[in-house]
């Protein structure tokens, strides 16, 4: 199994001219991280560890922002 990213946020941010995009991902181990996008082209991205408890309140926080992951099965 692989990491794989439940919920992409977009958004724009007083002062940054480029669209943000932080991506919420499960580890194969289960554990989430919270994957922030650079602020500045060809910056880094910042992982940040989430429990449970935190993934949820993520999803809740400016829910228009969210494009949640869809798996289709045929």
């Known amino acids: 199994m692989q990491s794989f990213t439940i919920a ?8 940054i001219k480029e669209q943000l995009v932080d991506r919420m ?4 181990c289960g554990s ?3 994957i ?10 910042v992982e940040k560890p989430y ?10 926080e400016l ?5 949640r992951t869809v798996i289709e099965t045929t």
């Open 32 to 34: 989430f991280v919270l």
């Open 25 to 28: 991902v499960r580890k194969p």
């Open 63 to 67: 829910p228009w922002q969210i494009e």
């Open 8 to 15: 992409t946020r977009r958004y724009f941010c007083y002062g």
């Open 36 to 45: 922030e996008g650079p602020e500045e082209p060809g910056g880094l991205e």
């Open 51 to 60: 429990s449970v408890e935190q993934v949820f309140e993520w999803l809740r």
